[in-house]
C-alpha cells in the first residue's frame, strides 16, 4: 500500500462497505439536506424582514425592562401558578387558555393598565382610553386561543401589578402581597 498519489485508500474496507447505489443514496440525500437549510434560512430571514418573525437577543425575561425591577424566574412561576389555579378554581379551567377578562373576574384588585404590554398568544394587550384592547400583528393569521395571555404575559403581568402597588418584589416584597392586593376592592 502506497500512502503518496495513490489510488488504494488508506482504510480498504471502508470503500467495501458502501455499494454504489448506497453511495449515491448519500449524495442524494446530502443534496436535501443541504437544500432544507438554505431553504430554512431563507424563509427565517425573509419572516425576519417583513416583521413576521421577533428574535430577541439580550436580556432574559426576568432582567430589568423599561424601569421595572427585575423579578426572579421562581418568583415569576409562582405567581403564575397561583393566579392560574385561583382561576381555575372559581371559573374553571379554560379550554382556549387565561384571558385578561378571567382574571378581572377573579381579582378585584386587577385594573386594565396592569395589563398594558401584557403578551397574548398572538400580539399583546394595551389600554386605549381606559379600555384594554388586543393588538395583534397585521397580516398574521388568528386562532381560538390568540388572545390568551401567555406565560411570558403573566410575568409582564407580575411586573405591572408590583410597579403599581409599590410591592418591591427584589426586597420584601412577596407573592403574598401581591395575592393580598390583588384581593382586595
Known sequence: MRLGGSKESLFPRF?????????????????????????????????????????????????????????????????IATVREEVDRQLGQPIEGYTPDMF?????????????????????????EGQLVHVTPPNTPLHSAAEAVSSRGLATLLRNIAERTQIDLTNSGTITDIMRSLSAE
Not at 398594558?116 to 389600554?127: M, Q, T
Open 15 to 79: 470503500n467495501t462497505c458502501y455499494t454504489q447505489h448506497m453511495l449515491t443514496l448519500k449524495k442524494f440525500f446530502d443534496w436535501v439536506l443541504t437544500l432544507n437549510l438554505i431553504l430554512v434560512t431563507g424563509l427565517c430571514v425573509y419572516l425576519w424582514s417583513t416583521g413576521n418573525l421577533a428574535i430577541q437577543v439580550g436580556a432574559p425575561a426576568a432582567e430589568q425592562r423599561g424601569g421595572q425591577s427585575a423579578v426572579d424566574a421562581e418568583t415569576e412561576q409562582l405567581f
Open 104 to 128: 378581572l373576574a377573579v381579582f378585584p384588585g386587577l385594573v386594565a393598565t396592569d395589563f398594558e404590554d401584557v403578551e397574548a398568544s398572538i400580539g399583546k394587550y394595551v389600554v386605549v
